[in-house]
C-alpha cells in the first residue's frame, strides 16, 4: 500500500505534465480564427501558431531524450515545465504574428523536453511486471489532453480573450512544478 501512494505520489504531476504538454499542443487551433482577426493575418498564416509548437516538438523529441540521459529525467522535466510557462506568458502578451509564433516554438521546447522523459519517468516508477498498465494510463492522458482542448478552448474563449488560452498554462504549471519538485 505505501508503495502505491508513493508511485502515485509520482505518476500524478508527472501525468500533469503530459496533460499540459498535450493540451498545450492543440488548444490553439480552435482560436486560430479569433488570433488570424486580432493579429491581422491570413488564414494559411495562422496555421503557423499551430505547426510551431508541433514542428518544434516533433523534432526536439529524440535529442532532448538523450539530453535526459546526461541531466536526468525528472530534471529534463522540469525544465520543460519551466520552459512551457514561459512560453505561454509570451504567446500571452504577443503584439505581432512572428512573436506569437517564435513564442509557441519555446513552448514545443518546453512541450518535447516533458514528452521525451515521460515513458522513461513511468518506467522508474511502475515495477517491471506492471510496465503495460502504466504505459497505458500515459497514453490515456496523453489521448485525453487531445480531447479535451478544443472543449477547454472553448470554456476560455467563451469567457475571456484568445490570450488566456495560454495564460491559464502559468498556475497550471506552477501546481504541476511544485507538485514535481516535491514528489
Known amino acids: 500500500a505505501a508503495g502505491m501512494r508513493v508511485r502515485y505520489a509520482v505518476l500524478v504531476p508527472l501525468f500533469m505534465a503530459v496533460f499540459l504538454s498535450v493540451l498545450d499542443y492543440a488548444?490553439?487551433?480552435i482560436a486560430l480564427p479569433t488570433i488570424s482577426g486580432v493579429l491581422h493575418i491570413t488564414a494559411a498564416q495562422s496555421v503557423w501558431v499551430v505547426?510551431?509548437?508541433q514542428l518544434a516538438n516533433a523534432m526536439l523529441l529524440l535529442p532532448l531524450a538523450a539530453w535526459a540521459d546526461r541531466i536526468g529525467s525528472a530534471r529534463l522535466c522540469q525544465i520543460g515545465l519551466v520552459v512551457i510557462m514561459a512560453g505561454s506568458g509570451m504567446c500571452a502578451v504577443a503584439s505581432s504574428f512572428p512573436v506569437l509564433v517564435f513564442a509557441r516554438v519555446v513552448q514545443g521546447i518546453g512541450g518535447a523536453c516533458v514528452m521525451s522523459v515521460s515513458?522513461?519517468?513511468v518506467r522508474v516508477c511502475y515495477p517491471h511486471s506492471r510496465l503495460g498498465e502504466a504505459l497505458a494510463l500515459n497514453a490515456l492522458v496523453t489521448a485525453l489532453g487531445f480531447a479535451c482542448s478544443p472543449a477547454v478552448a472553448a470554456g476560455i474563449l467563451s469567457i475571456a480573450s484568445w490570450r488566456w488560452l495560454f495564460l491559464f498554462n502559468i498556475p497550471y504549471g506552477l501546481i504541476t512544478l511544485g507538485l514535481t519538485v516535491a514528489f
Do not use: I, S
Open 51 to 53: 505547426n510551431a509548437y
Open 119 to 121: 515513458a522513461a519517468l
Open 27 to 29: 488548444v490553439a487551433n
